[in-house]
């Protein structure tokens, strides 16, 4: 198949999927500052409203009575809350990871879905800011679709996803997903050398899957509050690599931002900001407009 980089680079983005400010973290409302921040610095990028994940999309991965509850305020979510304005940002959440999913099984490349809430939330649970695990609802959906046969998540968040884990589990999944915590194994500075050694590496083993969905996160950096173990720096190379080996593969890949939780006194992001802004010029800069199409 053929790659032929788009003229702008597709963000499933609507502020439809920010919920309310909730002071105990800048993650959750993080997409709109994020996506205005790409814009105003001109990359190449256009933004597409993404469809809501449905009920029974998000029971593709999790238990069909905790999902309506959860909608319907009858069950806390993630923020342990009841709150009807977090239930109806959720579908969009997990709406924005399926869309893009499918986008770039159509068209290759890669696509980002700027949102974040995933990987703690387990088959009938919320945890940790995270109530549905977008993760596994696009991985369940496209499989039960037909859409793919095998998918690989690569989680370098700085913690582990331990709902994406009890999901696998639940739904007897291990052997069609393929799933790379980098939390479970790497934390510190001594564990910089060996985390690069194992990245790439770890990615070039999922050439046989159909799509790769990629957790960006930004709380691994070291002066994250979560105690973090990455250098901006190193963060961007993160970023280089996973992108580059995917496309030297000829993998679909969709990224998304994951946790990230420094912020200012006044709320604002700015270190933040420019961690997903390297991000992003890593994705631009290996899948955008410019690069050199090449047989995958």
């Known amino acids: ?41 001109g990359l190449p990028i256009v933004v597409i409203e993404p469809e809501p994940a449905t009920v029974e999309e ?3 991965a999790h238990d069909p009575e905790f ?12 923020f342990g809350n009841r709150s009807p304005e ?24 890669a696509a980002a879905a700027p949102c974040s809430g995933f990987h703690h939330a387990g088959y009938d649970y919320a945890c940790l800011f995270c109530t549905f695990n977008g993760l596994m609802v696009t991985a369940s959906v496209l499989r039960r679709e037909g859409k793919v046969q095998r998918i690989g998540i690569v989680d370098c968040d700085q913690h582990y ?8 589990s639940m739904l007897h999944a291990h052997a069609w997903v393929r799933h790379f915590s980098a939390g479970s194994r790497f934390h510190r500075r001594v ?11 770890t990615i070039a083993s999922m050439r046989d899957v159909d799509l790769i969905l990629y957790q960006a996160g930004a709380d691994p950096h070291i002066d994250d509050p979560g105690h973090g173990w990455l250098t901006t720096a190193e963060l961007r190379q993160r970023d280089a690599i996973v992108f580059e080996v995917t496309r030297e593969i000829g993998v679909p890949l969709v990224w998304n931002l994951a946790g990230g939780y420094q912020q200012e006194p006044d709320g604002s992001i700015p270190k933040l900001l420019e961690i997903h802004n390297n991000t992003a010029r890593e994705w631009v800069r290996v899948f955008g407009p410019g690069t050199d199409p090449r047989a995958t």
């Open 1 to 41: 198949m053929r790659y032929d980089p788009p003229a702008l680079l597709p963000v499933f983005y609507t502020p439809k999927m920010v919920p309310p400010s909730d002071r105990s973290s800048p993650s959750p409302a993080k997409p709109a500052p994020v996506v205005a921040s790409w814009l105003t610095h």
């Open 58 to 60: 998000l029971s593709a």
């Open 67 to 78: 999902v309506r509850a959860v909608l319907e305020g009858r069950s806390e979510n993630g």
């Open 86 to 109: 977090v239930a109806a940002s959720l579908p969009y959440t997990s709406g924005a990871m399926l869309s893009a999913a499918r986008w770039v099984l159509v068209h290759g490349g």
């Open 161 to 168: 996803g331990d709902g994406t884990d009890e999901i696998i």
């Open 191 to 201: 564990d910089v050398g060996p985390f690069f050694d194992a990245l790439p590496r």
